[in-house]
């Protein structure tokens, strides 16, 4: 079956560090995709992993275990801008190769 | 300009009332997708399509139906509005070999 796990909500201070976790049971993991959305807005791409480990884009890091069905989101010297939901989306074998995705978890940045 | 765009932005209809919705994208990407998106709920698939002549169900095409008038063209109707349609939805577009999906801006629709 097909699942996919967010935190609903977190809270981050302004200049700290947050980590989002996702885990996932998938049929046939074809790799993982994580993607910013302000309220009202289209999601937009973030990172991509499909290998173990951590992949790093200037603020943002991404890593992933395959054997745990574990990723995470890494997000520092955070920004008032960065106050979005983030969404974790899996791509299955099983499923003809399209996303699945997850809740999202809600990012709130306080001063 | 916008790489994906979406027509109308806002709708509000009636139950029982048929609507289209409009995506275009000058992205030149073969594959487009329709999502819906409800609060606390992840993004749903409608239904994909691969290239013009293949057209394919999502998780929760029933209620809808949708036509690949163009590679740049994908549209969604709705045949009979019914009020749990009311949602945000969502059209995207990715690339064979890419597979990153770039998403319109949305439509919110009511359905009363």
């Known amino acids: 079956g097909q699942n996919i796990d967010q935190p609903t909500e977190m809270t981050a201070t302004e200049g700290a560090i947050v980590q989002i976790n996702c885990t996932y049971q998938t049929s046939g993991f074809n790799g993982l995709f994580w993607y910013q959305q302000h309220a009202g807005e289209a999601p937009t791409f973030l990172s991509y992993n499909v290998l173990d480990g951590l992949e790093e884009k200037g603020r943002f890091s991404s890593f992933l275990s395959r054997s745990k069905g574990y990723s995470y989101l890494l997000l520092k010297e955070l920004q008032m801008k960065d106050s979005a939901s983030y969404l974790c989306?899996?791509?299955?074998?099983?499923?003809?190769?399209?996303?699945?995705w997850g809740a999202g978890t809600k990012l709130i940045i306080k001063p | 300009d916008a790489d994906v765009t979406q027509t109308p932005r806002n709708r509000i209809t009636k139950t029982g009332k048929r609507i289209m919705l409009e995506c275009s994208q000058t992205?030149?990407?073969?594959?487009m997708y329709w999502y819906r998106q409800d609060p606390g709920l992840g993004l749903q698939l409608i239904y994909y399509?691969?290239?013009?002549?293949?057209?394919n169900k999502g998780e929760i095409s029933d209620g809808y139906s949708v036509s690949r008038q163009a590679q740049a063209k994908f549209s969604l109707s709705l045949e009979s509005a019914i009020p749990n349609q009311t949602a945000l939805y969502f059209c995207?577009?990715?690339?064979?070999?890419?597979?990153?999906?770039?998403f319109g801006p949305g439509t919110r629709l009511l359905v009363l």
């Open positions: 995207a577009t990715s690339d064979h070999a890419q597979e990153t999906q770039y």
């Open positions: 399509s691969f290239d013009v002549k293949d057209i």
């Open positions: 992205k030149g990407h073969d594959r």
């Open positions: 989306a899996v791509r299955e074998e099983d499923s003809n190769y399209q996303l699945i």
